[in-house]
């Protein structure tokens, strides 16, 4: 398998997906009882450029192969939660639950004004200063650590994106059976609250939380509530 990943532990596994703002260190889990595997996604961090079309769910099913993991629960960030629900939706078999993080859903298009109008100004910028402004945009108020080595990462991105086209996730949500955590920082850009409404709204078994004083990736601004939040479903959901 040519992602970079790594996996941890036994037990019944937790496998992470990473936010397009990030790469695996984004996550830094402490689940006893359980396989933990972290990776980059193609074209992130320390895991290849795509040199053909890929889609990120069907990487995700190669890498559970060669893993020889049969059935995950997946915790997906932002662009991670989108291909995570992919895979739910194409193998619902191999998943024992969700958990989707300021997720992004394949079909919905970003509405609010002024985001919009902050994106183009990361688009018209490039190198630091678009780390520096992508970076604020997405995790305002974070501290210095956590801001930095988000605008390393961006910097690092070498995604070269030639996805498969896929079906808009959008209108089949509520085709989802697993249990699905959604959870949201409450300083997170409007659209991404709206997608959360929506997963709890059409995803039949699912639980919204809100982490306080998180913006896009509560795992890194709000460690100590986000990890709280993720062992508590985990356990409940054993």
Known sequence: MDLWHESTGDGPAVVFLHAGIADSRMWNPTLPGRRVVRYDLRGYGRSP??????????????????????????????????AAIHFALEWPERVDALV???????????RDGPSLARWKAVEAASGAERARLEADLWVPGADPGAAAYVREAILARHCDESLEETQPAIGRLAEIRARTLVMVGDRDLPDVRAVADLLASRIADSKKIVIRGAAHLPSLERP????????VFLTSSA
């Open 49 to 82: 450029a795509p040199d053909r079309p890929f889609a990120h769910h069907r990487d995700l099913r190669d890498l559970m192969d060669a893993l020889s993991i049969a059935r995950a629960t997946l915790v997906g960030a932002s662009m991670g939660g989108a």
């Open 100 to 110: 989707l993080v300021g997720s992004a859903v394949d079909g919905y298009e970003f």
């Open 224 to 231: 100590i509530e986000f990890g709280i939040a993720l062992a």
